[in-house]
């Protein structure tokens, strides 16, 4: 399982450029990862065609399900 690892380090060096005021490095992560690339944009037209959404938010907490009893 690659995908948790992968998730934890680009974490820590987001919590690391934030913590430092890296705003050079920040502007080089957004312009190299910060793009759709093709096989992404076909995929996610793909999804819309199907009527899938993708955008979907759980809203949670007391202030949604109310007092606990």
């Keep these: 399982m690659k995908m ?3 998730i934890d380090a680009l974490g820590e060096r987001l ?3 934030q ?3 890296g705003n050079a490095a ?3 992560i957004v312009d190299e990862w910060g793009r ?3 096989q992404l944009r076909k995929d996610l037209e793909k999804l ?3 009527s899938i959404p993708v955008d979907i938010v759980f ?3 007391p ?3 109310g007092p606990a009893r």
């Design 15 to 17: 919590l690391r450029l």
């Design 26 to 28: 920040a502007s080089t």
């Design 48 to 50: 819309n065609r199907a």
């Design 59 to 61: 809203e949670q907490g």
């Design 4 to 6: 948790p690892g992968a």
């Design 19 to 21: 913590g430092d005021g």
């Design 36 to 38: 759709t690339n093709p």
């Design 63 to 65: 202030a949604v399900l």
